[in-house]
């Protein structure tokens, strides 16, 4: 096999197709090497078939790698799309996952980590690209071909894995008819220099909805704009303010398109927002003001009072926690990397909690998931991390009495 399994990290998985550790590991504050939650090949043999998770490839000497997985969710393209149009590497290891996706592995040779908004797939492609490995510091589940490890997700291009200094020169490898669809530019992230007017929204439509809206139909013509995301973020608005996927598709195709309706794409609008509202369901959370502001939909002086969590004086009950330095306290307590691991997120909310009184603020939802683990609450999909709207009620009353020295 060319696949080189035995330069990898390993994580224990939890099985059943869980893409989740099955260990708190600390996340990626401490080198990978240095980690003894964090595995080698040899201690795969040592508990054959179970299940893997990999996140990082060995440095050399001298010179430092970074895994970098991209995640083709081509099978959540519309039917009558053509796969062929789409064009991957055939010199680097491409893996088909368990729903018909393909995961095309690539290392970047920098010490240095990047984020997934870093990347963009251009608009003309009908399904996302997520980014795993080490560069954007999240793991991706080992295929089965790699001996000892028991998954649905196998090789189907074995080959020795892609080295590049630019991740960018990776991005560029994923193409659609012929040109790259995948983009990367760390500086593309946000808004830039734009900068709105007020805005003076309709009466039936919440503020930071009726922004979005107005934002996609103006499309001003500044390249630091990232009119992608503005989509993907006026979408979650919509939907998590609670129109229907056939009422946003419409406010999208119709009322608040740039250019005439005809032009307008329904089926295509109607997938994309079909996903997003897939990503909400999935624990995804309505953007906050300061990330609207961070891509430009509302201007910097303004606020958005339209009922969402963090959008009024009265709900900042769910950003309290994130306001509060988890990182830091974390990082003091030797809790590891809370936003890597429930159980440090749990830990380390409980410390903030007992330390400045937030006891009537909204828990993070990945504590509320460790409260379920470390008491075997039933969840709606445990593979997912989905709680269920009664065992997270359970979940919460039990996250209220819970004291950092329960755990």
């Not at 996340?27 to 964090?38: H, S």
């Amino acid at each position: 096999m060319k696949f080189p399994f035995e330069d990898l990290h390993y994580l224990k998985a939890r099985g059943d197709g869980s893409k989740r550790p099955a260990e708190a590991w600390g996340g990626y504050g401490t080198p990978l090497a240095e980690n003894d939650k964090v595995y080698s090949h040899g201690d795969v043999e040592k508990f054959p078939r179970e299940s893997w998770l990999l996140n990082g490839i060995r440095d050399r000497e001298h010179m430092s790698h970074k895994l970098l997985v991209f995640d083709l969710d081509i099978h959540k393209a519309p039917d009558n799309f053509d796969p062929g149009r789409v064009g991957v590497p055939e010199d680097t290891p491409v893996v088909r996952s368990q729903n018909g996706g393909f995961h095309v592995y690539f290392v970047v040779n920098t010490p240095e980590t990047g984020q997934e908004s870093d990347f963009r797939t251009v608009d003309e492609l009908p399904f996302g690209i997520d980014v795993r490995g080490e560069y954007v510091k999240h793991h991706v589940v080992a295929p089965a071909d790699i001996p000892g490890v028991e998954s649905n997700y196998e090789i189907v291009n074995d080959e020795t894995i892609k080295h590049y200094f630019d991740p960018a020169e990776a991005a560029e490898r994923i193409t659609l008819d012929g040109e790259p669809a995948l983009i990367h530019d760390s500086g593309y992230s946000g808004a830039g220099g734009y900068e709105r007017d007020e805005i003076d929204p309709p009466a039936d439509l919440p503020k930071c909805y009726a922004a979005g809206l107005s934002l996609r139909k103006e499309a001003p013509d500044d390249e630091n704009l990232n009119t992608h995301k503005v989509n993907v973020l006026t979408g979650m608005l919509g939907l998590a303010a609670g129109y229907s996927v056939d009422d946003v598709v419409t406010h999208f195709v119709e009322d608040y398109y740039p250019g005439g309706p005809d032009d307008a794409d329904r089926e295509r609008t109607t997938y994309h927002v079909e996903d997003i509202a897939e990503r909400l369901d999935n624990r995804y959370s309505p953007p906050a003001v300061s990330t609207l502001k961070e891509y430009g939909i509302l201007p910097k002086d303004e606020s958005c009072t339209c009922g969402l969590p963090g959008h009024t004086q009265e709900n900042m009950a769910k950003s309290d926690y994130y306001n509060a330095g988890l990182e830091g306290v974390a990082r003091a307590e030797g809790y590891g990397d809370p936003f890597e691991d429930n159980l440090a997120m749990l830990k380390t909310c409980l410390k903030v909690r007992e330390e400045t009184g937030l006891a009537d603020a909204k828990p993070p939802y990945s504590a509320l998931q460790a409260v379920a683990d470390h008491c075997g609450l039933n969840m709606e999909d445990r593979e997912e991390g989905i709680l269920g709207k009664s065992s997270y009620k359970v979940a919460r009353r039990i996250f209220d009495d819970l004291a950092p020295g329960d755990l």
